[in-house]
Each structure stands twice: as structure tokens, then as C-alpha cells.
């Protein structure tokens, strides 16, 4: 599909790069001769069929490159977060027997090159090393250039002997629990993807895609399968803090995040005051009755078209996925004419099983399959997904209980609306039973929290065996700094400010809002405030940022244990 997309639009733009200068275009025809390079580099190493490459690099068109690369060599891809800690960096290497790695820079050798490490030679992206295993990103496509030169077929050659059911990508699962599985994705569950999104038409040719997401992540992984089958350009940097000024500077037409990016803008906007925040809260209610009419039209041009031209103003909609997002973000995003797709998957199913068509969502569910995919309801609510995008299975463990004729078992629960779309209720593992025998479903809760409450970042709901509910909350950076500079604690540090009284007593009301909307046994009646933000550093959120809940419990015994004394 890559070579095939270079061959027939060689001058159209497949991605722009940041750089001094603005961002840089890159043809079609570039990234193939670079793809092309990298995998005769690969070829000259001694890379055989299906030999796993190691890839550890933030979101960047040099990763991309190398996926392509490793790929057109016969080998499949091994993805690595770079902020993964050293005994889940050694344990992916050893799982998968990475023979090769190609790293952003010199920073990671110690993670990739320790004692009895499968890894016989690193390609470094960036920056130089002095280990003879070392080599730079430019000296790999000179070997590269040195073996085409003699075999000028060589890496088509390799190319044309890859089988839809070879081994395409060893994805590891930033699980909430224990270290990662190793998901073996052949290159028919990659096709699939991007046939079934373009067949779908909600993507098209001149669309201009802003790639921030991690590439490690299945759902990364999922967006290139689908510019190859439709040919959209994307401009990609993996930089969080710019997204804001890069979306003005590229003007993207779609973008696909995490619900923790919308959550921190809606709560930007919410934290607004006076006037500005009368004239919004006006504008969004207009749009949110009736999007036409005199009304709708000066509100629109007031203050909606002012709040899209922070997002580049041609944004056609955002696609959310690997976490739950809060329906009443969702609905607030379509109010201002920022329409959020919201999408549901598995790393076990390469990230996009189920999707809102943008045209038609229905908030509060993930969509509709995509063509070719089936879901059922288990008689215990456990959604179970068929189809070309499932998994081969677990990298060297037994699949039985998660693969079943052909069904995998999500651990998800849901249920199926009258229009056909998927509601997740909870994850099954995260139901809580409490002392009284009542079920709680605490991602709802959470998710509906931080609609409520701009301060909260994190919102951990807990009652497993207790005699009722109670949460963790962990403040958002960002507004809580705004928080402090409004109630005179602008120097405090951030434990100060998380134990203000001031600041619980805000927390409060917007947990008394939140129980207004719950069942009685549901509802919160104490809380703790965290001293230090979660961090997916410290092991308590997965690199795609989703809460590890026993972790987290783990580290908080005694905080919950206070809350029931």
C-alpha cells in the first residue's frame, strides 16, 4: 500500500515536519526513497523475514519512516514508548527478541543496550554514540544506498514476498495491571483499517490530518493504515504543549486525540469569567437549540467562529479515542461547530473497531462498527468483537480466554442502542461491588466529574467492598495554578494549594453537582485531594494516559483507608 500510494501521487505531500524555517513538506516520492533506504539498510544488517525492529521514538515522520522501512525488509515492528521505564523497556526487548532498534537518541541507549540484551545493532535518529552496536540514522540509508546500487530490486524483491498474514507489528499493551502483552497485528489487520475508514467516506483526499498521537499506540498506528488507503497529507508533531499554536500554524481539517485534550480545553473555557463567559455560555446555548436562523448566525460570528479559529479554523471534526469521554463535552465541542467523532477499540483489535460517523453521532456511545466488524453482548454485558482487525493473538502466551471461534473477549461491558451504536458502561475488571452488594460503574462517574469540575484532572472513584463510594482527585496543572493566583496563593507550592480549605470547599460543589445526577449509592460522600499530580512516569497512567486504578489504589492505601475511619 506505502509503495503503491509513492507510485501513483509521487509530488502530492504526504507529511509536514516543524522546522526553523516553518513547517516542511514531504512528497510522496521522498518519504519512498528514505522508506526505501532504511530498508535496505535493514536488508544489509542481516535483517530476515518477520525479525522483529525495535522502535522507541517520540511522534515524529522519522518513526513513520522506519515503520515503513522495517516493514518493506520483511520485518515487523516492535513498539516502545520512550517514556517507558527500564524493566518494561527490557522486558518488550526480551519478549519479542528485537534483534535491531532504532532509537530517537543516544538518551536511551542504557534502556536498550543492558546486559543480555537481544538488541545486536541501534539506529539512532539523532545524535551520535561511541559503541560499535551504534549507527546513525544517515549511515544506515548509506548502506542502504550502497546495496541498491548493486541490486537496484532488492527491497521490491523483499517486498512482493510479504504475505497478508505475516507478522506485521508486536504492539505492547500499556496494561492498568502487570507488564505489557506483546499483540501480533499481520498486515491484513492493517489493510482492513484503512479499507474500512475510506469505505466509511469520512475522510477524503484533501484533507489535512495533525498527527500528534504516540505511534507506539495502536491507535497511531491505525491513522497511517488510513491516510495509505485515502492519500491525505498529515503534519506531525509529537510535542503536547504546542498542539494549540501548531493547530493555528497548519490549519488541519481533522485531528484525532485522547479525551484528556478536550477535557483541559473545555475546562479552559469554562474557567472563563465576566462578560466572556455570559457571551459563550449565550453562544453555546443558541447553537446547542437551533443551529440556524438570525440568532444562531450573530452568535456564530460573535463568538463560535472566534473560539474555531483557535483550532486553525477549518477543522471539519475531531476523532477521540482509547479512553471514555464525557458526553456533555461532546455535546459543548458540536455546540461550537468542533464536532467530536468518538471512536472505540482494542490494541487487540488495532484501535478503531467502532465509530460515531461525524455526520450523525449519537453521544454518549462510540459508534457504529466499521464494515466488516460484528459485535455481540455476552449474557454477563461483555462486548465481544469479530473481524479482520482482530489480533493473531498474544506474542508467545496462550489466547484462549481472550480469543474465542474467533471472538475477543473485550473485558468491556456495553449495550446496544435503538439506533445501532455501541454504549461502553464500564470496564468489567472495574465494576464495583460495595459491602451493601450494589454495582457501581466508576468511568461514567469519572468521565461525567471532569465535565463538571475544570480543577480536576484525575477523578478516582473507589468502594470496591466498602460501605460506600468515595474519590481521589488529583488537580489539573493548569487550573489549579489559575485557581491559586485568584485566591492569593500564586507562590504556594502545589501541596499548599491542594490542601487550601478554599479549594475543597469549590471541589465540593462540584461533587455536590455531581451527586445530584446519581443513584444514592453511587454517590461520593468524601474525598481526597492528592498532593502531587498522577503521572505516567510513576506508573499510575498508561502512556496513552489511562488511569491504572490498582496502582493507584496500591499507592494510596492509606488516604482511602482515612476516608472510611
Known sequence: MFLERAATQPQAVAYLRPGPDGWQPQSWSQTAQTVTEIAAGLIDLGLQPEDRVAIASGTRVEWIEADFGVMCAGGATTTVYPSSSAEEVAHILTDSGSRFAIVESAAHLPKILFEGTPVERVVLIDGDADDPRVQTLAALRALGRTLLEGDPDRVTSTTSRVRPDD???????????????????????????????????????????????????????????????????????????????????????????VPRI???????VSASTGVQKLLLNWAVGVADRK???????????????????????????????????????????????????????LTESCATTIFNRPDRPEYGTVGMPLPGTRVKIAEDGEILLNGPGIMQGYHGLDTEDVLSDGWLHTGDIGEITERGSLRITDRKKDLIKTSNGKYVAPQAIEARFKAICPLAGQFVVHGEKRKFITALIDLDPDEAAKWADAH?????????????????????????????????????????VLDRNLTVETGELTSSLKLRRRVVEEQYQAELDSLYN
Request: hydrophobic share 45%.
Open 167 to 257: 507478522l506485521a507489528t508486536l504492539i505492547y499493551t500499556s496494561g492498568t495491571t502487570g507488564l505489557p502483552k506483546g499483540v501480533r497485528v499481520a498486515h491484513s489487520a492493517w489493510i482492513y483499517q484503512g479499507l474500512a475508514i475510506e469505505a466509511m467516506g469520512i475522510v477524503h483526499p484533501d484533507d489535512l490530518g495533525y498527527l500528534w498521537l504516540p505511534l507506539s499506540h495502536a491507535f497511531g498506528k491505525a491513522l497511517l493504515s488510513c491516510q495509505l488507503s485515502v492519500g491525505f497529507p498529515f503534519a506531525v508533531d509529537g510535542d503536547v504543549s504546542r498542539i494549540v499554536q501548531r493547530l493555528g500554524e497548519v490549519r488541519p481539517t481533522i485531528m484525532p486525540a
Open 262 to 268: 478536550f477535557e483541559k480545553v473545555y475546562a479552559a
Open 291 to 345: 443551529k440556524s436562523g438570525l440568532r444562531f448566525r450573530v452568535a456564530d460570528r460573535l463568538v463560535l467562529a472566534k473560539v474555531r479559529a483557535r483550532f486553525g479554523g477549518r477543522m471539519r471534526y475531531f476523532i477521540s479515542g482509547a479512553a471514555a469521554l464525557s458526553p456533555d463535552i461532546a455535546r459543548w465541542f458540536d455546540a461550537i461547530g468542533l464536532p467530536i467523532a468518538e471512536g472505540y477499540g
Open 488 to 528: 492569593g496563593l500564586a507562590d504556594a507550592p502545589y501541596a499548599e494549594i491542594a490542601g487550601s480549605a478554599a479549594l475543597r470547599a469549590d471541589l465540593q460543589t462540584c461533587v455536590d453537582r455531581l451527586n445530584e445526577t446519581l443513584n444514592s449509592w453511587e454517590t461520593i460522600k468524601k474525598f481526597a
